[in-house]
């Protein structure tokens, strides 16, 4: 099977990036493994879809996720017909062009249309991907599973809001990840309420959600596939991550460290309630960020922090993607 995965570009990619991980598994059951970055397609008037990619196969002195990294970065590109791949896993962060490379997203997602209409196997749904790009896609999920948010641009409506929900509100951009320009407002900081506004909307769109006190505690990040929770032994693909103190964001890249999770019957309600619309989505690997009953932000370009629920569990779900996906490859060529 050849798997190709598109990422932002290949000298930014990290040995703890879960797109790392699901590679080299992918490669220990001898698969080819190909790199694409948002600058690598190319497409001719012979409606051919190609790319400029980096290419490596299964080898002995590939181990880690170390050694693979460093393989594909020494690997020269070459110009592949992406209709000899039978899987184009689209893992890059949209949030990340938006500065420096504000077409790099929209385009990779244009081009995964094309390998669609081509056959190829394209995950997630690029066409679903391209109405998901901001956090405004959680609206359309049931609205006991959501919580209170408006989203605007204007400081009035910031400040209702935040008379509304007992001046304590969380403030974030509307296309952001990684826990970037996320601010807790509450009466101790009103004062700052219209500078925060204004500093976040000179970058578009601002979400201003309610405060959940459980959020004191952590997140979840709660991994669907396909619709289902990935389970191995009773155990989740699941962490809970917990922020360091006098912090109120649960991203590893802003300091939260990682925790075993408990799964209880209130979690697997909350995610059945989203399941259905994922798979109508073409949504096939997405990662849950859930707080108390509701779901703050749904992850569908490249949620983390798979390998770490691996290790806390001891459970191989790095395999159980790679086997489900091999099947998926197999009833298609049937």
Do not use: C
Request: hydrophobic share 40%; aromatic share 8%; net charge negative.
């Amino acid at each position: 099977m050849k798997i190709a995965f598109v990422i932002n570009q290949t000298h930014k990619e990290e040995a703890y990036y879960t797109t790392t991980s699901l590679a080299l598994k992918a490669l220990e059951r001898g698969h080819e493994v190909f790199y694409i970055g948002l600058a690598d397609f190319y497409y001719d008037p012979e409606v051919v879809v190609g790319a400029h990619a980096r290419q490596v196969s299964p080898h002995e002195s590939i181990q880690t996720e170390s050694d693979f990294i460093h393989v594909v970065r020494e690997t020269e590109k070459s110009l592949v017909n992406l209709k000899q791949i039978d899987v184009l896993w689209l893992r890059f962060d949209a949030a990340d062009e938006m500065i420096s490379r504000p077409w790099a997203a929209a385009a990779g997602l244009q081009f995964a249309e094309l390998a669609q209409q081509q056959g190829v196997f394209v995950i997630n749904n690029p066409e679903a991907l391209t109405r998901a790009s901001n956090k405004l896609y959680l609206e359309n999920f049931d609205e006991s599973i959501r919580p209170k948010t408006i989203v605007t641009r204007n400081y009035a409506d910031v400040q209702n809001f935040f008379d509304k929900n007992e001046e304590k509100i969380i403030l974030k951009p509307l296309k952001g990840s990684g826990g970037k320009n996320v601010f807790l407002i509450n009466k101790e900081s009103a004062q700052n309420l219209k500078q925060t506004v204004e500093a976040i909307a000179r970058d578009g769109y601002i979400i201003a959600q309610e405060y959940l006190p459980e959020a004191s505690k952590g997140d979840l990040r709660f991994f669907l596939l396909d619709g289902k929770p990935i389970e191995i032994n009773g155990q989740y693909a699941a962490v809970r991550r917990v922020q360091p103190e006098n912090e109120i964001r649960s991203n590893v890249h802003q300091g939260a460290t990682m925790h075993a999770a408990e799964i209880d019957e209130n979690t697997l309600k909350v995610v059945k309630l989203v399941a259905d619309q994922l798979v109508k989505d073409g949504m096939y690997l997405v990662g849950l960020d859930i707080v108390g009953s509701k779901i703050m932000e749904i992850n569908v370009f490249s949620p983390g922090a798979l390998q770490q629920a691996s290790e806390l569990t001891g459970q191989d779900f790095i395999s159980v993607i790679i086997k489900d996906i091999e099947h998926k490859i197999h009833d298609r060529k049937k």
